[in-house]
């Protein structure tokens, strides 16, 4: 019998059981990272601000309304991380609802023949990501109850990855765009979805290590020798710190910091730390807390110091973190950025 | 050491006490007495009281009585005064932006100074009558009626004002304002310049009024040249003296015109400007003739302007009559004989007997000898004057420029009751059309010479007098003024803005000029005389000159002082930082009991003296330091840290304490000795880029919020509840509860004016500004330079647009080939894609908008269901045509590889613009280029569709 422990008590203890609870290999890290500080109060509470706002506003069928990208399986992936995110029992916790309502949303809208999540490829690799994620924390058998002929999240997950690789066969830039048919390529959809690729690869799924190598392949060429990252096509190398951070992400994950490409994009980000985003602000803060954490730790505690200042004052009274494409958005991606001061998503492992 | 004492330790011990010792029911009762009052006046009722004492005070004339009592009730007050009418000089109204012209035949001018514009009905040796607007039929007895003109409905009339400023050039901005029509300023220096333009020959009838001391100079026939001024024929006040004067190359000449009283007055003139002639008179209201110079100019001929300089501290413009003159001199009024001015320019020096109304013609001349004039052939008559007597006390002026004098008898809400002997005593004069009532300055009763007068300045409102006990009440503050003549004081209404002036701060003497003249008459020959007249006129504006300027206040720590902490509300409270954290400033003073003041509040603290050798700060070096760069804007230093050295640090403080100072510094952590820090300055984000005072702006107040400044630097802000015997009490936001006695302030700032006066204080300079944006930074947020992209750069401009069919969602196909003749624009886009989701508003706009202008509008939605398309444009309101790309076989024929992407297919079916994730901008660059492309057909420039 399950017992239902209180959210504090899962924060201290989810951080060591994870390793444990989750049916996969877990890269060893140095106990200090693995214990991890106190969480300052008011991140602490920000943060339950911020989740809560996320439940209040889910709709029955497990999404969240309102405009721009508001809708889909990509926003359902990354709320119901955030819930995974808040340390809360994921099945008898105060969110568990709420987890089996995002990943319902997204098994439901999965195509059963092609696996494609739905909407775009952002959509598909966010929707991804969001099943890896909850792939051996969160109980098959409280998602479907009543309804056994419905894919769990392992089959769920599989047929996702299945999609993408078919995907990216069809793709001369072995990587991704908007449409799964798309021919060309662009390194900001390529993220969505490669993270999500090494998020299934990390949970226990077979992913082909060739998917992996093609689509690092093509992030080391649209990597500049000064970090940058280009966007799509050939050239165009800007500031953009999404997409530089975006390369210094899949570089970390996996497992390439050998490459120069990595070191380069990686001391792009460590000096511009003070930098703004150039548009997409919490987009961008979501890649770059992660980024930063993998590559750097150092970099990402300081940068973590003016991340969580930022957020407490954007965040409004109601919880939600505004961002452009609309509050669910902006306040899952900002809520995400904060949690690597939690650790507990396995994707956020180093 | 003495400090003021602003007592704030147990506080409501204190306030017990006080409430013990002065009736408690006595200052209810005069709170709850003034609440009671008429009411605040009409935004469009408010007039000015103009006092003898030059103090002025907006509000509303409420009905009295008793004559000797003028019964005010100011605007931000709760209840009226009652002045002595003895000390009022003026009630000023509103006047309309196009204020009436005068109406009638003739204008009337009275032996009393009265003029009056209308009809002459009868006139013989028994009486006068008169028809005049708002008053009806008059009589006037024989020997009042002083002279009459042909007015002939304002015909000749140049300008008749003022009306507010237009027709003016006020300079400097701002130093001139329209009070009820009329032009005051307070400003030296500050100068009006003429619009409208005189004629080479002007008759000028003008009226000056001031509240301390005549210092103006008023030039007649310049241009926009200093030089033209200077050579002008001028009036000019010298020390008190009014003169006439005229500096050329070669010549100069002065006369003496009269002696200007001191404190608040008024001056009428009337001048006749001739600039062909080179001559200029200028005669007494009375019709005295006071001076008649001619001097020859620079020979350039006539200049059209007049300009108005004042020189002293309040000027105003009250009433300027300029008319055609036909040259002649006019009659002179001591000559008893009365005669006619015939528009011939004849004289005629018989007596006026009479005037038959029916057949308009006058008669003139002796029994016997009497002959009749047609009225039409006459142009001015001056009549046999009576011994009038003194000034009447009381005039009116109207908006047309009429006026009447005499004693007052009353005042209703609807008329101004006179006595006047020139109208046969009862005279009602209405309300309406009225401009101003003033009071003649009585010579015999000695304005009041009182110790420790303070003075409220808030707008509207400039009041000598004292504060009184109260207390604060719903709707009345507890700041009760009595103002000095008024025998009723008045709370002022919660949310006044301004101040109370104590005692003002020491200023270095005055040069003053021997400007003393007596009346010179220089020969045009004599140059060594007109050298003295010339120099006598450079003392007087060397005098000016040295007018000291009013200067930013400045609070620099002095050596060896006790420290002070500096708020952004500019208080300064001398004190001790004993810590700062997260949660704000901890401090030890003497003041008060509470020890934490909240980061937002604080702008400085002093911590200790800096060394002897410490650097100094340019400016240019302070613009350095307060400049934040682009990359840094996310995360703005808070603080600026100076060491005793003269060093500066920028940073965030995340703690200090009695030992050391850490710092965030470029996100990295930093650890300084407390004891080499001389002060902290706060660098507020939400000042980032503000200017000053806007920065700060209160909501209105509806307590009353005052700020005790000492004459030792200390400033202290409460919500003030209570005057007794002198002290003021109530609560600091930051220091709690505190009493202020007031005989240690030097003034006592009220309401907004709080930020007004803070803004200027040292300390609140110090404000960070965004560094200058790089040229591609500009062009991307303003959309100007060379990085807009105008839609013709693409490859696909000039080709022919791919011929394809599709179906519509809302059914039915679209096919190209159709919309031959019509300008066709194509927006590719899907649902999912967020800048596709930015432009569909604008492409819908600009479907609208080029309905009827032949453009075919058509998104064409890639691979999508139609379900979720339709939802989509159900959601944001969008009635766009869309075309189902289902499978992206159109999409790839135009290449679209990326979104969103908008093509504009001219009527020739090639590809006129091609827009690549156009962003904000869209809807503008795409209007443009249709009403270019939509011009080309009709030929007409592009305009709207």
Redesign the interface.
Same mark, same amino acid.
């Given at each position: 019998m399950f017992m239902t422990l209180s959210r504090t008590t899962m924060i201290a203890l989810l951080a060591a059981a994870v390793a444990l609870v989750l049916p996969r290999p877990v890269a060893a890290q140095p106990p200090d990272l693995r214990s991890g500080e106190a969480i300052p109060r008011d991140l602490r509470e920000m943060y339950e601000r911020g989740v809560q706002y996320l439940a209040r506003t889910q709709t029955e069928s497990g999404g969240w309304t309102g405009g721009g990208n508001e809708q889909g399986p990509g926003l359902a992936g990354l709320g119901l991380m955030v819930f995974l995110a808040s340390g809360e029992d994921p099945n008898f916790g105060v969110y568990s609802t709420n987890v089996r309502r995002a990943v319902r949303s997204i098994i439901s809208g999965q195509n059963a023949n092609t696996g494609f999540l739905g909407s775009s490829m952002y959509h598909h690799g966010f929707g991804m990501l969001g099943l890896a994620e909850a792939y051996g924390a969160v109980d098959d058998r409280h998602i479907w109850p009543d309804r056994k002929d419905q894919r769990g999240i392992g089959q769920a997950l599989e047929l996702a990855v299945r999609a993408a690789v078919t995907s990216q066969k069809k793709n001369s830039n072995g990587a991704w765009r908007y449409s799964p048919s798309s021919t060309d390529a662009d390194t900001s959809v390529s993220g969505a979805v490669l993270v999500g690729l090494l998020a299934a690869r990390n949970a226990g799924i077979e992913v082909p290590d060739e998917a992996i190598d093609k689509a690092i392949a093509y992030y080391t060429q649209m990597t500049s020798s000064a970090g940058q990252v280009a966007y799509s096509g050939i050239g165009g190398f800007d500031d953009s710190l999404a997409r530089v951070s975006i390369a210094t992400l899949v570089y970390s994950i996996a497992r390439r910091k050998d490459l120069p490409q990595y070191k380069a994009a990686l001391g792009f980000l460590t000096g511009r730390l003070e930098q703004p985003a150039q548009g997409w602000p919490d987009y961008s803060r979501y890649y770059q807390a992660q980024a930063l954490f993998q590559g750097d730790l150092e970099a990402w505690e300081k940068w973590n110091g003016l991340l969580i200042r930022q957020l407490k004052q954007a965040q409004r009274s109601d919880g939600s973190i505004p961002g452009q494409q609309g509050p669910a958005l902006g306040t899952a991606m900002s809520l995400l950025a904060l949690a690597l001061n939690y650790r507990l998503l396995p994707i956020y492992e180093r | 050491m003495s400090w003021p004492r602003l007592t704030g330790v147990c506080p409501s011990v204190r306030c017990r006490r006080f409430a013990a010792v002065w009736p408690v029911a006595l200052v209810a009762a005069l709170c709850v007495g003034n609440s009671r009052g008429a009411g605040p006046p009409e935004a469009t009722d408010v007039s000015t009281l103009q006092l003898r004492n030059g103090d002025i005070v907006s509000g509303r004339w409420l009905p009295s009585e008793d004559a000797s009592v003028l019964r005010w009730q100011g605007a931000p007050f709760v209840s009226p005064f009652e002045f002595a009418l003895t000390g009022v000089a003026a009630v000023s109204f509103p006047v309309p932006k196009e204020p009436p012209q005068p109406e009638g035949a003739y204008c009337f001018e009275l032996t009393n100074g009265d003029v009056c514009y209308g009809s002459l009905e009868r006139l013989d040796s028994e009486t006068i009558e008169l028809e005049l607007p708002r008053l009806g039929r008059v009589q006037v007895p024989p020997g009042r009626l002083r002279r009459f003109s042909r007015w002939n409905e304002s015909a000749g009339l140049i300008y008749l004002g003022p009306n507010g400023l237009a027709d003016w050039s006020a300079a400097p901005q701002g130093a001139w304002r329209d009070e009820g029509g009329r032009l005051v300023t307070v400003q030296p220096g500050a100068t009006l310049l003429s619009e409208f333009k005189l004629p080479p020959r002007a008759a000028i009838e003008l009226e000056i009024s001031w509240t301390q001391k005549p210092e103006f100079i008023l030039a007649l026939g310049v241009g926009n040249d200093d030089e033209s001024v200077r050579q002008a024929f001028r009036m000019e006040t010298w020390d008190g003296e009014l003169v006439l004067l005229r500096e050329t190359a070669r010549d100069a000449d002065l006369a003496e015109l009269r002696t200007l009283a001191a404190g608040a007055d008024r001056l009428r003139l009337q001048i006749y400007l001739d600039q062909i002639a080179a001559r200029c008179l200028v005669v007494s209201e009375s019709g005295a003739a006071l001076a008649d110079l001619t001097i020859a100019g620079d020979g350039k001929g006539s200049y059209p302007l007049l300009k108005l300089l004042n020189r002293g501290t309040g000027l105003q413009l009250e009433r300027l009559r300029i008319r055609n003159w036909n040259g002649q001199a006019p009659l002179e009024a001591d000559d008893d004989a009365t005669g006619l001015h015939l528009v011939d320019g004849t004289i005629v020096r018989s007596p006026l007997s009479g005037y038959d109304a029916a057949t308009r013609e006058f008669i003139v001349g002796a029994e016997g000898a009497r002959m009749r004039l047609a009225a039409d052939r006459v142009d001015s008559v001056l009549l046999s004057a009576a011994d009038v007597g003194p000034p009447e006390p009381v005039t009116a002026t109207y908006q047309d420029a009429a006026r009447f004098s005499g004693e007052l008898v009353r005042v209703d809400d609807n008329a101004v009751w006179l006595s006047s002997p020139a109208f046969g005593n009862g005279l009602r004069l209405p309300r309406q059309g009225m401009r101003s009532v003033s009071v003649r300055a009585n010579e015999k009763i000695a304005p009041a010479q009182e110790k420790g007068v303070a003075v409220l300045e808030i707008e509207g409102v400039k009041l000598r007098g004292r504060l009184i006990d109260g207390s604060a009440q719903p709707g009345a503050s507890c700041l009760v003024w009595q103002p000095q003549g008024s025998r009723t004081a008045g709370a002022l209404r919660p949310g006044a803005t301004g101040r109370i002036l104590f005692r003002e701060p020491k200023r270095a003497p005055r040069a003053s000029a021997d400007t003393r003249t007596k009346t010179i008459r220089v020969e045009q020959q004599e140059q060594v005389r007109a050298r003295q007249v010339a120099a006598m006129a450079a003392a007087a504006r060397v005098a000016q000159a040295q007018t000291p300027v009013a200067s930013a206040e400045e609070i620099r720590p002095r050596r060896g002082d006790q420290k002070s902490i500096y708020l952004r509300s500019g208080d300064s409270v001398p004190g001790e930082v004993t810590r700062i954290d997260e949660r704000g400033v901890t401090i030890k003073t003497a003041f008060s009991d509470a020890t934490l003041v909240p980061h937002e509040k604080v702008k400085a603290a002093e911590l200790a003296d800096e060394s002897p050798k410490s650097a100094m700060l340019t400016k240019i070096k302070r613009d350095r330091l307060l400049t934040l760069p682009r $990359?840094?804007?996310?995360?703005p230093p808070t603080h600026l840290i100076r060491s005793k050295e003269g060093d500066y640090l920028r940073g965030r403080i995340l703690q200090m304490d009695d030992v050391r100072l850490i710092l965030?510094l470029? +996100?990295?952590r930093r650890e300084i000795a407390r004891d080499r820090i001389a002060r902290i300055i706060w660098l507020h984000p939400e000042e980032l880029g503000a200017d000053s005072a806007a920065a700060q702006s209160a909501e209105p107040d509806t307590a009353t919020r005052v700020q005790a400044v000492h004459g030792d630097g200390v400033r202290l802000t409460f919500i003030a509840d209570r005057l007794v015997g002198n002290v003021l009490s109530g609560k600091s936001d930051v220091l709690g509860d505190c009493q202020v006695p007031l005989d240690k302030v030097e003034q006592l700032i009220v309401g907004g004016a709080i930020e007004q006066a803070a803004s200027r204080l040292a300390y609140q300079q110090w404000k960070l500004q965004h560094a200058v944006d790089p040229a591609f930074v500009r062009s991307e947020d303003n959309r100007s330079g060379d990085g807009r992209e105008s839609g013709t750069e693409s490859e696909w401009v000039g080709k022919t647009a791919p011929e394809f069919e599709l179906p519509m969602l809302e059914g039915g196909p679209f096919r190209l080939a159709t919309q031959r003749g019509r300008i066709v624009v194509l927006d590719f886009f *899907? *649902?999912?894609? #967020?800048p596709c +989701?930015e432009e569909l508003p604008h492409v819908d706009q600009v479907r609208r908008d080029f309905a009827q202008a032949g453009v075919q509008v058509v998104a064409v939605n $890639?691979?999508e269901a139609a379900p979720?398309v339709a939802s989509l444009l159900e959601?944001?309101k969008l009635q766009l045509p869309v075309a189902l790309d289902r499978d #992206?076989a159109v999409a790839a024929k135009y290449s679209v *590889? *990326?979104?969103p992407q908008l093509f504009v297919i001219d009527r020739e079916g090639k590809i006129a613009r091609h827009y690549i994730n156009a962003g904000r901008h869209l809807g503008e660059d795409l209007a443009e280029a249709l009403r270019e492309l939509t011009a080309d057909k009709t030929g007409n420039e592009p305009g709207s569709p």
């Open positions: - | $990359m840094q804007r996310e995360n965030e470029r +996100l990295e *899907t *649902t999912w894609c #967020g +989701l $890639m691979e979720r959601r944001r #992206g *590889t *990326t979104i």
